[in-house]
């Protein structure tokens, strides 16, 4: 009896061999397998084979040495055209000979078509039948997120934000970013267009680089197509780039305008006076601020009693829109005296950002002095020899008061309450 026999072709496109794998003739399940295609593309002039993918040359051969057979060539439901279609539709095999019988699939739609191609062989009374299927897929690709917030930037510091894109169908996508024009030299991307393999994801990395305070909020145009192009752009997503890009400006006022540093004057050995530094936040947003002391120069200047001789209070917070008193207290141990010596540090800082934005040191100088004085005469007071009744006689006790500031005292009788007194030095 005439046969048929039925060997798919060895013509495909190097483009789709790596991502068709299942593309083929199965013949454990006697299945002709188209694999994955995209679908919606178009069917004009398809005989001309402009997709190479979207067609099997099958070759029907008669093995048999004696009469020609004639074959039918149909699909069991599939007459129109709605996704299978071959050519010849009937053919006549010479013994011992081969004709070609081509075999489209165009699915229209993302999910699987299944059909059966039959082939009627001359009186055979069983027409052999294999199963033809394919999958559409359609050129998509999933974002994780719909927009980049750089939120607040300070200048010069870079800060980067990632884009995930997904491919979850069985082809690979391409893609394109648009619109990068509009953010400026300052945002950079580094991958602006590529393509995604099957089931597989690409991340993308925008770079922000603010060179100037600014509020920025543009929009990027993700265009989906396939590789080859031949569909154009099948799907878009619109990702939005939101950032605020400021410039830190901190302002530390000393009590004394022009001072280049904190003017303590002379103080007394273990007085303490409380002088006030104001910390001003000229910036957009909010700053972190914390107070740093400066341990060599402070062991230097006061020695290893240093850590009980200053104090600064708050020594950190967040620096807002009203301004921060810094109240710095000074009281030394002992006679000394220093000068510019640096105190303290006030650094600045965005949360953001790992390191301080600016650093202001704070300098003083002080001297501490004893409270110094001398007594005339210096042995006490001697009124000599004096005769009954010579009245009142007076002599003068001179207190001289050899310090820079006031000098306190009082006179008291030895075992009891005496008058008291208070001058001015001098």
């Not at 648009?178 to 099957?198: I, K, N, R, S, Y």
């Not at 004394?256 to 050995?269: C, S």
């Not at 200053?310 to 810094?326: E, F, H, N, Q, R």
């Amino acid at each position: 009896a005439a046969a048929a026999a039925v060997a798919t072709s060895t013509t495909a496109t190097t483009a789709n061999v790596g991502v068709l794998l299942r593309r083929g003739f199965h013949t454990s399940s006697e299945t002709l397998e188209f694999g994955a295609l995209w679908c919606g593309r178009s069917r004009d002039n398809y005989k001309a084979v402009r997709f190479p993918e979207n067609c099997f040359e099958l070759t029907l051969h008669n093995p048999s040495q004696g009469a020609a057979i004639d074959v039918v060539c149909e699909f069991e439901n599939d007459s129109n055209f709605t996704t299978f279609a071959l050519e010849p539709e009937q053919v006549r095999v010479e013994a011992g000979q081969s004709a070609p019988l081509r075999v489209w699939a165009y699915p229209k739609a993302a999910h699987e078509y299944t059909d059966k191609l039959v082939l009627k062989v001359g009186q055979n009374p069983l027409p052999l039948v294999y199963k033809v299927h394919v999958e559409g897929c359609e050129p998509v690709l999933e974002v994780d997120k719909k927009q980049l917030a750089f939120d607040k930037l300070v200048l010069q510091h870079p800060a980067t934000r990632t884009l995930t894109l997904t491919n979850k169908t069985k082809l690979p996508v391409a893609f394109t970013l648009t619109g990068m024009d509009q953010l400026g030299p300052e945002f950079t991307f580094d991958t602006p267009a590529a393509t995604v393999q099957p089931r597989s994801s690409c991340t993308l990395t925008l770079t922000y680089l603010p060179t100037k305070p600014q509020a920025v909020k543009k929009l990027l145009r993700l265009e989906v197509s396939d590789v080859d192009k031949v569909m154009g752009i099948v799907h878009t997503e619109n990702i939005t780039v939101t950032g605020d890009a400021y410039d830190v400006a901190v302002e530390l006022s000393l009590p004394k305008a022009g001072d280049l540093g904190l003017e303590y004057d002379v103080l007394r050995v273990q007085e303490e006076r409380v002088l006030t530094c104001i910390l001003k936040n000229r910036s957009k947003f909010d700053l972190e601020y914390k107070v740093v002391l400066n341990e060599a120069g402070l062991l230097a200047a006061m020695g290893k009693q240093w850590r009980s001789c200053l104090a600064v209070t708050p020594d950190a917070g967040v620096l807002g829109d009203k301004p921060v008193l810094l109240k710095v207290a000074l009281r030394l141990p002992r006679e000394m005296a220093f000068k510019m010596c640096q105190l303290f540090t006030c650094e600045v800082r965005d949360s953001q950002v790992p390191h301080p934005l600016a650093c202001l040191p704070v300098h003083a100088t002080a001297r501490a002095l004893y409270t110094q004085f001398a007594l005339y005469p210096p042995t006490g007071l001697d009124f000599g020899a004096l005769a009954v009744g010579s009245g009142r006689q007076t002599r003068e006790l001179t207190i001289e008061n050899k310090s820079p500031f006031e000098l306190r005292f009082a006179f008291q009788r030895p075992g009891g309450a005496g008058n008291a007194a208070v001058s001015a030095g001098g």
